[in-house]
């Protein structure tokens, strides 16, 4: 899977790529239903909202799912990002967001660069997030806010808010996000479950809380070129990886070969 | 200004109409100046979110405010009501709420008449809610979300929650609002400032938190026929008002004369 100059073109000048429909609808069926067990652990990985009881995020399902080890080595996201990236990657950060109905919350204005390199000490920002929706995506249950070419900033001066949500993290201050939507706005793309969306490492993003009736489950894979890989392990592995190992691909039917499997 | 039949039909199947457009630029700039200064009062009206700072909703600004007062007495705001509940009406709430930038919270699934009823018992939901935007209403800044034609429910259980912002309002259940969208699906009527949103109150609404750098002021003007008046006088009088005195209409010019002093 090759991105086309026009997709690359926009990646160059607005910092994200929206391609709707990715993965099939029983694609998506085979990582879902994995999704309520992986939520259901009592484990590090499964980090809960304020309340303590709805998943806000969890780390590193790849490493003991076998739906979504497939998705982590999947030709239709990795293949993409090393075309952006022009070269090899490994996974940074795999997660998969709940933004649960009702109960998921915010996640505050921020650049995950800012956290990689901060937290990380991550050396550039050769490295960017791919989400896949395994929900649709709507205006109603916390879409994913964008402000366009906002990468082109550079890392920003950030707080590190430790009070708003229950994960801490490192956000911009008002003023700095005002003027940057004031100059290029905000977009939220949508689309249906299996659209999948490219976005820059210091591309500034934030998303509302959901109190619609509908989950919202995203899963955010961070990949970065092998070379530029971290120097600080602060973090726990399950958050920050340290294998740098890069991916090989799987073959494009990896997950439908899962699904076909489940129906038999 | 009296609603069309299509409008009328429409109301009675959603629970909602929507007007746009219905003040003048000129106009809502007339109402917009004034709200800095009533928002910096400190005063029981005023009421601020969790943070203690940003402006949750101000009460009753038309009874010292000006331009508010004749807003509260606009032909094109107390016409459309008087038509829908056949006969004259008083304000049972005046207030705007601020939503503001970055710091405006929820407002939780709710029926108004559920409080009405509670609160302050009002015989029967002969009374509704006019929505007045003074900014633009986008899909970023905290939209109302109504579920079409569940005004139809009557009077549905609920909770008090006292918890979730600073305000205490009767809430709907997950199971409740989760069977009701299923069936009907949820809307959130978007559009530029001087747009009007007349609806019914059982209709069941929420609203959800603003972290957009915009602010969504809205005032929200609830009219009750007057032989519906309450019986029961718990609140604050600016928050359920006690005087049943019929709305008589101002003229039409009543605000555009305003914006034209303040162009003098």
Chains 1, 2 share one sequence.
């Not at 915010?106 to 550039?124: F, I, K, L, S």
């Not at 949508?190 to 009736?213: D, E, M, Q, R």
């Amino acid at each position: 899977m090759r991105l086309s100059d026009e997709d690359v073109a926009r990646f160059a000048d607005e910092g994200y790529v929206f391609l709707p429909e990715t993965f099939s609808p029983a694609e998506v069926a085979a990582l879902r239903r994995e999704v309520p067990g992986i939520f259901a652990q009592c484990r590090d990985e499964v980090w809960r909202e304020r309340d303590g009881t709805a998943v806000r995020t969890a780390f590193a399902a790849h490493t003991y799912n076998e739906a979504f080890r497939r998705l982590a080595a999947h030709p239709r996201m990795i293949e993409p990002v090393q075309q952006i990236l022009d070269g090899p990657v490994y996974i940074h950060q795999f997660k998969i967001n709940g933004k649960q109905a009702f109960d998921g919350d915010v996640w505050q204005w921020h650049q995950d660069y800012g956290t990689w390199a901060r937290d990380d000490e991550m050396p550039e920002p050769r490295a960017m997030n791919i989400a896949v929706f395994l929900d649709d995506v709507t205006e109603f249950n916390g879409a994913l806010m964008f402000i366009p070419g906002s990468h082109r900033s550079g890392i920003l001066d950030a707080g590190h808010d430790l009070e708003t949500t229950s994960y801490p993290l490192w956000t911009l201050d008002h003023e700095t996000v005002r003027k940057l939507a004031a100059a290029r706005g905000i977009v939220a793309p949508k689309g249906p479950a299996g659209s999948i969306l490219l976005f820059h490492g210091t591309l500034v993003h934030a998303s509302p809380g959901n109190i619609s009736p509908w989950d919202r489950t995203i899963v955010y894979v961070s990949l970065c070129h092998v070379e530029n890989h971290i120097r600080r392990f602060k973090r726990p592995a399950w958050i920050a990886h340290r294998d740098f190992t890069p991916i090989a691909c799987l073959s494009d039917d990896c997950l439908l070969e899962l699904a076909e499997q489940a129906a038999e």
